[in-house]
């Protein structure tokens, strides 16, 4: 990318040459854009320059962020990697704080990291890995990516070139949760990093028709949309403390809060409930809650009292949502 101025969704499946989508990416050298132009020529997405190392700021980062999502397209923020001179994690705040945190609001594409050929070594001296050996590039890469998910609930987008990765990297796996943003001139994406076997945005030029580079989306629209915006998930889990006590825990696994969401349970075995929060209601034997909301990353613990019956196996079967689980105490 070099301040010139697609993420492959797990689940879905290759997608045709027409449905894929178009997009750029734009820096402060790309100077003012004419959004709307963008948007008219086809672009579909947007990804703008906001940050690099821990002090440089694009200072038309707001105008071009703004801009693109008033002329109705997806967009989203990068940060150009310096390794050498900080921490990954001291980099990923940086961005965070300045541009590029994941925004709830169906237009805003998680963050990229983008690591490539050091370009300043007439200036730092470093060579194209920026002096840090194979393993250490790996650690700083892997905490970027760690500290940004902690920050935004979200994996940030790994832009990179193949030869760049398997050369300062060792070809590292693990980062296949990370969507892959592949830089390649040409008619193709070519052969891809160890740690992908699909690549989400594809560049296939530092030029293109329109502002700055130019991109292509690995999907479809709605792909593109799921990407921005994905559903709310949750988890739920149950623990048996005593015969007479149990306890259900929901958690918040995705970026977006989890609205009403209704937990249902009956008991088995003579198990009579006689307590439970107050996001819910009993009768004897049958649960009823409603928990309005569980923001990301967080968790709510349902905490039920029993009168059991003496002898046998007792328990409750619950829905939570979608989910189905049975806690049951032996006799």
Not at 80 to 109: C, M, Y
Not at 221 to 242: E, H, I, N
């Amino acid at each position: 990318m070099m301040l010139a101025g697609v993420l492959g969704v797990a689940t879905a499946a290759p997608a045709q040459a027409a449905t894929k989508v178009l997009g750029v990416d734009v820096s402060n050298w790309t100077g003012d854009v004419d959004w709307d132009s963008v948007a008219d020529g086809g672009a579909g997405f947007a990804y703008v320059h906001a940050t690099e190392g821990l002090d440089y700021r694009n200072p038309r980062f707001a105008d071009q962020f703004g801009g693109a999502k008033e002329a109705g397209i997806f967009r989203g923020a990068y940060h150009f990697a310096q390794p050498h001179e900080s921490s990954g994690a001291a980099q990923a705040d940086f961005f965070v704080r300045n541009g590029g945190r994941w925004i709830a609001d169906s237009k805003t594409l998680p963050g990229v990291l983008d690591v490539e050929d050091n370009p300043y070594n007439n200036r730092n001296g470093l060579n194209h890995c920026y002096g840090l050996g194979q393993d250490e590039m790996v650690k700083w890469i892997s905490d970027f990516a760690k500290r940004y998910r902690a920050r935004t609930h979200r994996d940030v987008v790994i832009y990179t070139t193949t030869a760049w990765w398997r050369s300062c990297t060792g070809d590292a796996k693990g980062f296949g949760k990370n969507p892959l943003w592949v830089a390649r001139w040409g008619t193709s994406a070519g052969p891809l990093p160890a740690s992908w076997k699909r690549h989400t945005f594809w560049q296939s030029a530092e030029k293109g028709n329109h502002a700055g580079g130019e991109d292509r989306f690995n999907g479809s629209k709605a792909q593109l949309q799921r990407l921005a915006f994905p559903p709310a998930t949750y988890w739920a889990t149950g623990l048996v403390v005593r015969r007479n006590a149990y306890t259900v825990t929901i958690s918040n696994t995705g970026p977006r809060t989890v609205g009403k969401l209704s937990v249902y349970g009956k008991t088995f075995g003579g198990n009579k409930l006689v307590k439970a929060p107050r996001a819910c209601k009993i009768t004897s034997t049958v649960l009823r809650c409603t928990l309005t909301s569980i923001a990301p990353g967080k968790s709510v613990k349902l905490t039920l009292a029993t009168k059991p019956k003496a002898t046998g196996p007792v328990g409750i079967n619950l829905k939570v949502g979608s989910l189905k689980l049975t806690l049951r105490a032996s006799g």
